[in-house]
């Protein structure tokens, strides 16, 4: 308790500071000032009449799945209200471009002030969290009002958990607040256990419930006639590192595949202006895309910086290399991929999606390469074996299909 109080004192004193900090990412237009308010929970808006469900999902992989977690609440509870909550501007403005029947606020700052004037004004029945935030005054905080705390789709990487244990006692006074965690995996699930939780359960990936990427069907026509006769592959959510090695990629395989043509979309859209300085310093042309114009005129590779774009170039693909999993960063989501015909390829660096890459493997739904020569054999296989190609995006859907229905019917009994 004695370490909670100190947390707490210095959440507040340190909110200055805080502040201060986001005045200066809204000078660089990082922030915004809507965005800044409601971090501190100083809403225009009135909380509308009705039960209120709170489901929080940090950044864009957690937001994605906080939808579909909330869609399924309002299919058995239509009169519900969902306050969906996220903390970064790009879950935030992806999230909002969506067609979607919720409350739609920036997550509260971890500021006890700060979370008792989010929770007094919207007062939720239940808050739902998802995947791996864990929050000490937040958790308090519901803990204090009787607001029941469920982490779906949990998670706890062996480097957060030796973090926390660490703390093992301020850990244990913050886990045991948490009502309910259902986890994706038996490792995670063990790391809460010991951590403090007492209701901890393995459930399917809520991931596998992933509704079908939006396409714009006019951007694909035009794109469609424009990369008539190529053969695209798509690299999707890379991160600091990988662009170097997709370049090393594509200048060795475009000797060997005729009108090969790559695109690559960044985990993060702020990072783009380093991905056009790798090109440039390596002397190599590109062409480039934003929500404004479209920029293609060869073969060279296609830089995306708009959001929301996934489905289209999945779309287009034959090909889908996972960003993050060459990195060291632990990849990112698969299943994104599962509405398209394309073969999915990852890295070796797979920790955040662990038992979904070994069921891909194991299914011959995908390919796991272990290096840049990998990478570069397994594109070439693929591209100049249909049938292989066919083979293995037919059976993810089959994979996918399959675990989805087991994941709806836990998912409905979670949610009772």
Known sequence: MIMLKIYKFLSIILSPIIF?????????????????????????NTRPKGKLIWINGVSIGEAKTAITVANEIKKNNPDCIILLTTSTSSSYDLISKMK???????????????????????NPSLTIFIESEVWPNIFWSLKKRSIKLKIFNARMSKKSYTTWKRFNFFAKRIFCLIDGCFVQDFKSKERFEKLGVKNVKKIENIKF????????????????????????????STHKGEEE?????????????????????????????????????????FNYRDNSESNIIDNNPLIVNSMGELGLFFKLSEIAVVGGSFSNKGGHNPIETQSF????????????????????????????????????????????????????????????????????????????
């Open 209 to 236: 419930l992933s509704k079908e990427l939006d396409v714009d069907n006019k951007k694909y026509v035009f794109l469609k006639n424009k990369l008539k006769n190529k053969r695209i592959v798509t690299f999707f």
């Open 20 to 44: 201060l900090f986001l005045v200066f990412r809204l000078a660089i237009s990082k922030e915004k000032i809507q965005s800044i308010r409601e971090k501190f929970s100083l809403y225009k």
């Open 341 to 416: 015909n394309c073969s999915v390829i990852f890295g070796p660096h797979m920790e955040n999606f662990k038992e979904i890459k070994d069921l891909i493997v194991k299914n011959n739904a995908g390919f796991e390469v272990s290096n840049l020569n990998g990478l570069i054999k397994k594109i070439n296989v693929i591209l100049k074996n249909k049938k292989l190609n066919e083979r293995t995006y037919k059976n993810f859907k089959k994979l996918c299909f399959s675990f989805s229905i087991k994941s709806r019917n836990q998912l409905k009994f979670l949610l009772k």
């Open 245 to 285: 090695l997709l370049l090393d990629c594509f200048d060795k395989l475009e000797k060997k595949i005729k009108n090969l043509f790559s695109v690559i979309i960044p985990r993060h859209l702020d990072r783009i202006d380093n991905i056009i300085e790798i090109f440039n310093k390596k002397g190599r042309a």
């Open 100 to 122: 979607i029947n919720f409350k739609l606020v920036y997550a509260p700052l971890d500021i006890s002030y700060v979370v008792n004037r989010f929770l007094a004004n919207w």
